[in-house]
């Protein structure tokens, strides 16, 4: 079992940044993909930055230039650096974990994360 802890989520105007972290306990693969999904209101839950075993990064279109995703060399922490929000960025952003050696994954409780004036 992995446990994932979110923190950083909270209220930002337009044009702000916020870092989100993401802490990783439990059995932990040195070969996994940690990251973001995010899910707004009315809305499917949605992949935001994911990194593969702490080098390779994969964003969503939407995010990829504002967005910074990074872990450490433990792979047990996962950051999400957002600049330059905008309101539709707006949603529970959620912490994901998934075992590259078999199929295990795994969600946190979510953080919200509100951009507005």
């Known amino acids: 079992q992995v446990q994932l802890v979110e923190s950083g989520g909270g209220l930002v105007q337009p044009g702000g940044s916020l870092r989100l972290s993401c802490a990783a306990s439990?059995?932990?693969?040195?070969?996994?993909?940690m990251g973001w999904y995010r899910q707004a209101p009315g809305k499917q839950r949605e992949l935001v930055a994911v990194i593969r075993n702490g080098r390779a990064t994969t964003y969503a279109d939407s995010v990829k230039d504002r967005f910074t995703v990074s872990g450490n060399n433990a792979m047990n922490t996962v950051n999400l650096q957002m600049n330059s929000l905008k309101p539709e960025d707006t949603a529970v952003y959620y912490c994901?974990?998934?075992?590259?050696?078999?199929?295990?994954?795994?969600w946190g409780q979510g953080t919200q994360v509100t951009v507005s004036s």
């Open positions: 994901y974990y998934r075992d590259l050696y078999g199929t295990n994954a795994y």
């Open positions: 439990g059995s932990l693969a040195r070969a996994n993909l």
